[in-house]
């Protein structure tokens, strides 16, 4: 029984199986009749879109193909038309060089025919020059001479002319322009016009004082000329004693230690070398001091202490009557006003202005001239190079920089104001003597008189000696000879005159 289930169960699976195999195999036949289906399809969708791409290709080839003919058809129209262009301009061409030729064959005749008239006119010119030497009784070289010195001779009367005019066209737009500006600068710094000049003559409050101040045997005096330097002379004027001596620092020493003395009333030989080192000591700080005011009313900081000593030392030391010291700073002031009306540099000309005479607070010590011996001050204490050459060349004829051409204008302009300085007689004769004869050296001269306290000079020339184009050279070469030799302040004017009087009488 076991046998027949088992047998039975066998045959059932064997059904089942079979069973399965036989729809698994129709499944899978349908599935690739479904597929083969699918793969028809597509095909015939490739095949009809391949058409379509196909067409579409042939019509973009024929339009690329209608393109190109049309675009070879424009090129090729082209071409004929440059071609056609060519080939007029090479005719045109032609025609042109053809002209031309014919007007070089033209040119070449009217050449000829030209240097023919050129020598048919020099042969004319020759003898009509042959005639005219028969008739004028001249050559061709004389008569060239004569036309030229007619010619110089108008030409230098024109050229008097436009000097004359220029002269008084120039002098006077210059002349209001520099009144301007120079008037300008002296409102604008209105110093004090008063002189100051170291005093030599020293009051005494009795004849006694003369004695002890003599001393026993001249010791007292000795003593004190031997420690300040100078020469003390007593005379017979009343109350009154001098102190002379080449220093004016020295002199002021003395003076000073005088008026102590006479003040303490002790005088004796211990006393005076007291007095004298206390003098001393008051003297420089005063020159200190003295030179710290002037820097700062000048408006220049940054010296060095030794040179403001310096500076402070011109205090007692007068120029024509004038105080160094107070000319430098009115110098500054004024060259300032200058340079900033200019354009120029104000700083340099406000220092060079203070320290252009910086030479003459030694220059009765140290051998030279203030100017080098200024510039060589500066030099020393670190002073910069061009206000050096200010203190250097301020009294040359051409300086080389704009501002020491101001502080020359501004020292001139100290030195000429009214009252500023004062000389004495002997000295204001020789001057005006100095300047006649210096213009009594050139040629041609006839008389030559100084006026307006030696501020003009009026040279009288020979007519027959000297034209007026001359006149106007020696005019210049006076006035240079005159800046060159004499010393004096402000300007000096030349003046020279030249006229012709003719005399006839009638009888």
């Known amino acids: 029984m076991q046998t027949t289930l088992l047998i039975g169960i066998v045959a059932s699976g064997a059904g089942g199986f079979l069973l399965g195999y036989l729809v698994r195999k129709l499944l899978a036949s349908r599935s690739v009749d479904s597929a083969e289906n699918k793969a028809e399809h597509i095909i015939a969708e490739a095949k009809s879109k391949e058409k379509e791409i196909l067409l579409e290709a042939k019509d973009k080839a024929l339009a690329v193909i209608e393109d190109a003919k049309k675009e070879e058809e424009r090129r090729r129209q082209e071409m004929i038309h440059a071609q056609q262009r060519l080939e007029k301009r090479e005719s045109l061409f032609d025609q042109k060089l053809l002209d031309l030729e014919s007007k070089q064959t033209k040119l070449a005749e009217q050449s000829d025919t030209l240097e023919k008239s050129r020598a048919e006119i020099a042969q004319i010119k020759e003898q009509q020059m042959q005639k005219l030497e028969k008739v004028a009784a001249l050559t061709q070289e004389e008569a060239k001479n004569v036309l030229l010195q007619n010619i110089q001779i108008r030409a230098k009367d024109e050229i008097l002319q436009r000097i004359r005019k220029l002269d ?41 004082m003369k004695g002890r101040i003599i001393g026993k045997e001249g010791r007292n005096i000795k003593t004190l000329e031997t420690l300040t330097g100078v020469e003390i002379i007593i005379d017979e004027t009343p109350e009154t004693l001098l102190i002379s001596g080449f220093s004016p620092i020295r002199r002021h020493l003395a003076k000073r230690a005088l008026e102590k003395l006479m003040s303490d009333g002790r005088i004796h030989p211990g006393r005076i070398e007291e007095a004298v080192d206390q003098a001393k000591k008051e003297i420089a700080i005063d020159m200190k001091k003295s030179g710290e005011e002037a820097a700062y009313e000048a408006g220049v900081a940054g010296l060095h202490p030794k040179l403001v000593q310096i500076l402070g030392r011109m205090k007692y030391r007068t120029s024509y009557g004038q105080n160094v010291l107070q000319h430098s700073v009115e110098v500054s002031n004024i060259a300032v006003v200058l340079a900033e009306e200019l354009g120029a540099n104000v700083e340099l000309a406000r220092k060079g202005g203070l320290l252009h005479d910086i030479g003459k607070a030694v220059d009765h010590e140290i051998e030279g001239g203030h100017p080098q011996i200024g510039y060589d001050i500066c030099k020393k204490f670190g002073v910069a190079e061009e206000v050096g050459q200010i203190a250097l060349t301020h009294h040359d004829d051409h300086p080389a920089m704009l501002e020491t051409v101001i502080v020359k204008v501004a020292d001139a302009l100290s030195g000429a104001r009214p009252g500023a300085r004062k000389d004495t007689y002997e000295n204001y004769l020789q001057r005006l003597s100095e300047l006649e004869d210096i213009a009594n050296t050139f040629d041609g001269v006839d008389k030559t008189y100084a006026i307006q306290a030696g501020r003009e000079i009026r040279v009288f020339v020979e007519p027959t000696a000297v034209n007026d184009l001359e006149a106007h050279q020696l005019a210049r070469d006076i006035a240079n000879k005159i800046e060159a030799e004499l010393k004096y302040p402000g300007e000096i004017k030349v003046n020279v005159i030249r006229e012709t009087r003719v005399i006839e009488f009638a009888r």
């Open 168 to 208: 008084d066209v120039g002098a006077e737009e210059w002349d209001e322009k520099a009144k301007q500006m120079l008037s300008l600068a002296m409102e604008r710094i209105a110093s004090s016009h008063a002189v100051e000049t170291t005093t030599t003559s020293m009051p005494l409050p009795s004849d006694e």
